[in-house]
């Protein structure tokens, strides 16, 4: 390992040991709609890290990481915002540290705060990507999607129209773009439908999307399935990454988002199957001990919702 990789691991650890969590503070950046002002994670590689709590009309639905790569023949934007006012901020803060043109946005999955900026990035004529399993989703729940924001963002979500990506994949799209060559991977079922992981294999950074949490407690839909996510996981750690960019919260390492994301699947569901084996029921379930998890973000939002959900997939396995 060489001086300059071990200086940017020990940078990388630095940062997400340093960096709070963020569920407490509404906005960073007041000068703009994004949450934070975009941080350079490693040469190239920036990412502008969204608040750790629900959207709300402080943080202007900001709630994701909006990340960026610029490649010396165009810049890659992972995620396009949930607005069309916060697309345009990303774009804005691009272009202070780049004249390269935005070529391609890959939403991470089929979720608001992934694909609802789509409509500005499609009127700059830049290319969508995105999982085929992501972009059926968004058929099926970006109204309702839209119209949730609405409500919390109110005059913020002006000029928001839904779009859909220009372009899906089913297991794995290669983009080579200057220096860099990137894989834009669907690794198995996790979080939500078509949730993919950019890989840069040369740099050793996975930006994650909803793969991979540590700040903020993983959310377990109605739609996920815990067995088949932990699976996944395994397909996630063959790639051997070094810097972790999650979904939420700020850039890391494998360790951390082992520990909080893996290591929490697998302590819940033990918890829920010693509840059933012991004839426990559905509404007790909901308050097994999650209490080695209670310091995460959004830990009182969806720790026993996610208890009650486990509950009812494991009832059944």
């Known amino acids: 390992m060489t001086l300059r990789t071990i200086f940017l691991a ?24 994004l949450y934070s002002k975009p941080v350079e994670v490693i040469p ?28 010396g023949d165009g810049v890659i934007v992972v995620n396009a915002g949930a607005s069309s006012q916060l697309a345009e901020a990303l774009h804005n ?32 004529g830049v290319k969508i990507l995105a999982n085929e399993h992501a972009a ?3 058929k099926e729940t970006g109204g309702q999607s839209l119209e949730r924001h609405e409500r919390i963002l109110k005059e913020k ?35 939500s439908p078509g949730d993919i992981a950019v ?3 040369e740099k050793k950074l996975v930006i994650s999307g909803d793969m991979a949490f540590h700040e903020r407690m993983p959310p377990i839909f109605a739609e996920t399935n815990t067995a088949d996510w932990l699976e996944s996981w395994e397909n996630f750690e063959a790639l051997g990454a070094l810097y972790v960019i999650p979904g939420h919260g700020h850039p890391t390492n494998m360790d951390q988002v082992r520990r909080y994301t893996k290591d929490y699947l697998v302590y819940l569901r033990d918890k829920i199957r010693k509840h059933i084996d012991n004839g426990g029921t559905l509404k007790d379930a909901y308050y097994v001990d999650q209490s080695p998890y209670k310091f995460l973000d959004t830990f009182e939002e969806l720790a026993t919702r996610n208890a009650g959900r486990v509950y009812e997939q494991m009832e059944f396995e």
């Open 10 to 33: 020990l940078y990388v650890v630095g940062f997400s040991s340093a960096a709070f969590a963020s569920q407490s503070i509404k906005d960073q950046y007041p000068d703009s709609p």
């Open 44 to 71: 190239h590689v920036w990412s502008a890290i969204g608040a750790t709590a629900p959207p709300t009309y402080e943080n202007s639905g900001h709630n994701n990481n909006l990340s960026f790569i610029v490649t």
């Open 93 to 124: 803060e691009i272009k202070k540290i780049t004249d390269q043109p935005v070529k391609l946005v890959i939403n991470e999955n089929g979720q608001g705060h992934a694909m609802l900026g789509n409509g500005y990035w499609k009127k700059q």
């Open 136 to 138: 059926e989703a968004f």
């Open 157 to 191: 979500i002006k000029g928001t129209e839904l779009v859909g990506p220009t372009e899906t994949f089913d297991e794995k799209y290669e983009i080579k773009m200057g220096t860099f060559t990137i894989e834009v991977l669907n690794l198995g079922p996790a979080h």
């Open 199 to 201: 890989w840069i294999p």
